[in-house]
């Protein structure tokens, strides 16, 4: 643990120091994120001793911390290695026994880049290097090799076009979002078009995504279509960017075609959202999502176990989005987003927000999750989640 420590003071020092002296070819940079969080469960969480679905609260902490390497050898070459270290601990960190090692599953991909250090029964910490590649640029050729985001997603709360790296919109503590091991070559065939071909690392076919994308420009709208195979799947999607009048209007799709030996069906995942900036600094976006492999009748209490995927984005087959967020102040920002299922389940997840800017680098947030089920006498919420998150970024 002195180690790990030894190395994030290590790391915000040199951040401090390269603002103080002359150019240099490395970079530093990162955050440091203590967040309180307060889950109150309403018959909804399982008791394995008593059989039951039971009600209870639990109180537990993060402590988080990201440092962001850069080395320039030459023009051409980077070099890009951040380190995220997280310790947990808490009340529910107690009620979940193996608890590391289910961190340190969700968080690798086909190289063992994560460390739990310490997997207590009351505390957990783990580290682990979620960005680590070598990328070469020269005009219009970039090729990047190592563990990376591949951004393909268009579209603001769910990409069917991220075939590689899919991310769920719950998750709001990970800005920077998952990445892949991954060969990643790109060029530039105009202003604003450009052919991408991916691969990432597997041992099994079974494991493997690889797939091309081709962008371009049309009609004052950018586009992009992608073809390949991921998983078990041939996928074949598409998806566009541009304006409605004054609005922004983007969607995507993808098709999921199961390889001829698979027990799966076909899935097709497709998504429009359109979004708008009023006048007095207002900002309002609405979407929806199709999503054939999601069900109509389960419980919203699953959502955040949810297991995500480019061919399963959402718990239900259909999803309404919407949200607001207002500078109340110039250092405060208010928000709420709101998504409702029009199924036979009717669930409604409510997402309110409040930013408050303490001084240059620091934020303080307020969050709060709530997940609501249609019954015969109304809405009820299982769950309810309240974050207080305080960021230092240096």
Do not use: C
Request: no cysteine; hydrophobic share 40%.
């Amino acid at each position: 643990m002195k180690r790990i420590l030894l190395l994030m003071v290590l790391g915000m020092s040199l951040a401090q120091l390269q603002a103080q002296d002359e150019p240099r070819n490395w970079t530093v940079n990162g955050y440091l994120k203590n967040m309180q969080t307060l889950l109150f469960f309403n018959d909804a969480y399982p008791d394995l001793s008593q059989g039951k679905l039971v009600d209870t609260f639990f109180q537990d902490n993060l402590i988080h911390n990201r440092l962001n390497f850069r080395w320039y050898p030459d023009d051409n070459w980077t070099v890009r290695a951040d380190l995220r270290t997280r310790i947990f601990y808490g009340s529910f960190v107690q009620a979940s026994p193996g608890y590391g090692d289910q961190v340190d599953d969700v968080n690798n991909d086909y190289f063992d880049l994560s460390h739990v250090i310490f997997n207590e029964r009351a505390w957990v910490m783990h580290t682990m290097l979620d960005r680590l590649y070598l990328e070469y640029v020269n005009d219009k050729l970039e090729v990047r090799l190592g563990r990376q985001r591949i951004n393909w997603g268009i579209s603001t709360v769910w990409n069917p076009n991220d075939i590689f790296n899919a991310f769920a919109f719950t998750d709001f503590d990970y800005e920077e979002r998952p990445g892949s091991d991954a060969l990643r070559v790109k060029y530039y065939t105009g202003f604003a078009s450009s052919v991408e071909l991916a691969v990432s690392m597997f041992d099994d076919i079974d494991e493997a995504t690889m797939a091309g994308l081709w962008r371009f420009n049309k009609w004052s709208y950018d586009f992009q279509v992608l073809a390949g195979y991921t998983r078990g799947d041939w996928a074949l999607g598409g998806g566009w960017a541009g304006n409605l009048g004054d609005a922004g209007l983007k969607g995507e799709f993808t098709y999921f075609l199961p390889v001829e030996d698979s027990d799966d069906d076909p899935a097709f995942a497709a998504t429009l959202g359109l979004d708008y900036s009023f006048s007095n600094s207002l900002y309002g976006s609405l979407g929806y999502l199709y999503n054939s492999e999601g069900g109509i009748r389960n419980s919203i209490t699953g959502l955040f176990a949810f297991e995500l995927s480019a061919r399963n984005l959402y718990p239900y087959r259909h999803a309404l989005f919407a949200q607001a967020t207002y500078p109340v102040t110039p250092l405060l920002n208010a928000g709420a987003a709101i998504i409702y299922s029009p199924v036979q389940a009717h669930a409604l997840f409510l997402n309110p927000t409040l930013t408050y800017s303490i001084r240059a680098n620091w934020d303080l947030d307020l969050i709060g999750q709530l997940a609501f089920d249609q019954e015969a006498e109304g809405y009820r919420s299982p769950l309810q989640a309240v974050f207080f998150r305080l960021k230092w970024s240096f």
